[in-house]
């Protein structure tokens, strides 16, 4: 199956700044990657679809301008959380979808706002 | 997406066989099944899925029942390493927006 990495793998940061999370397929050239967000004890919930060259698709609910995504290419979709808040700290896990319809996750990257 | 129903949470013991059950009594006859677990603290694994035919791979194998009702996923020799939380889930071949529920907290006992 496909290899996917997520760096960096956890974030501290402050309150209003900025956190840039990157999602590399190393193996596989995905025009689509997806982003999902995971709170203790709760399961994964798809944010948003990435797509290569384009606008990302958002689930109802996220907020576009707060969560950017930049899929610039094949094999690097970008998550960047913009002036983030405590409630804002989260697990948050990107996909490439294989071949036969099956997700290859990384390794996820885990946010913590003070 | 079909829903599915999963035990909560079960325990097995380390190198036995670990059968875990889902039922999927809506499942329509273009969705798949697909098995993913999820380590704690680390990203979901992929583990397996079929449509009709029961399948086996390095991991483990799938066993659909002929009705597609339901299906069960088999650890052969459950080690402590696979210890995690199981989710099932139908759906259509290609759908990426897959929800994954709960899932079945699995605790390899030694």
């Known amino acids: 199956g496909a290899v996917v990495s997520q760096h960096p793998s956890w974030v501290i940061c402050k309150s209003g700044t900025s956190v840039k999370i990157e999602c590399r397929s190393l193996?596989?050239?995905?025009?689509?990657m997806f982003w999902y967000r995971q709170f203790p004890k709760q399961s994964l919930m798809l944010m948003a679809t990435s797509n290569e060259g384009s606008k990302a698709t958002y689930e109802q609910g996220v907020e576009k301008d707060k969560f950017l995504i930049n899929h610039a290419s094949l094999t690097l979709s970008t998550l960047t959380v913009t002036s983030a808040h405590p409630e804002d700290s989260s697990f948050y896990i990107c996909?490439?979808?294989?071949?036969?319809?099956?997700?290859?996750f990384g390794e996820g990257s885990r946010l913590t706002v003070l | 997406d079909a829903k599915t129903t999963q035990p909560p949470s079960m325990d097995c013991a380390e190198g036995r066989a670990a059968n875990l059950p889902c039922n999927h009594s809506?499942?329509?006859?273009?969705?798949?099944v697909y098995w993913y677990r999820q380590i704690h603290s680390q990203g979901p694994q992929y583990i397996i899925h079929?449509?009709?035919n029961n399948e086996t791979n390095e991991m483990a194998s799938l066993i659909i029942t002929e009705d597609r009702k339901s299906s069960t996923l088999i650890l052969p020799h459950a080690t402590l390493r696979d210890t995690a939380v199981y989710y099932c889930?139908?759906?259509?071949?290609?759908?990426?927006?897959?929800?994954f529920g709960k899932g079945n907290q699995v605790v390899v006992i030694p």
């Open positions: 996909s490439v979808q294989g071949n036969t319809g099956e997700l290859f």
């Open positions: 889930i139908a759906g259509d071949y290609g759908n990426n927006r897959l929800a």
């Open positions: 809506t499942i329509s006859g273009n969705e798949y």
């Open positions: 079929g449509l009709k």
């Open positions: 193996d596989f050239q995905a025009t689509t």
